[in-house]
């Protein structure tokens, strides 16, 4: 039987701030969510992959070009939200996070699992 990956209700839209991360748990999967000044919420994984501590939700958001970003608040990288690619390595091995679809309904946010 195949496993159908699931939409899991998260928090409210009212629990994030604007620019601001906030850390929360899929499961055992520690997720940092982020709302944009455009409304658009993003998910990855809050497990900074140079540093291996769990701080992307304690980084500073911004943009490259028109892409969302938030830098790790350890090394400083610089990763696209909409993707989860490193865009600046600091001279490091490429690296990526995880990303999770995200959908906001009547005020909730969801994550959907990946398979």
Not at 47 to 54: F, I, K, R, T, V
Not at 87 to 102: H, R, Y
Request: glycine share 8%; net charge negative; charged share 20%.
């Amino acid at each position: 039987m195949t496993h159908t990956p699931a939409w899991v209700r998260i928090c409210t839209l009212d629990d994030l701030e604007i620019e601001r991360g906030r850390a929360a748990l899929l499961g055992d999967t520690q997720v940092a969510l982020f709302l944009t000044h455009g409304g658009r919420v993003f998910a990855v994984s809050n497990l900074d992959p140079y540093s291996g501590a769990h701080v992307i939700s304690r980084g500073i958001v911004g943009t490259k070009q028109d892409a969302p970003t938030v830098a790790s608040p350890m090394y400083k990288q610089v990763f696209d939200l909409r993707t989860g690619v490193c865009l600046d390595t600091q001279g490091k091995e490429p690296a990526a996070l995880t990303v999770w679809p995200v959908a906001v309904r009547d005020g909730d946010v969801y994550l959907k699992e990946l398979s």
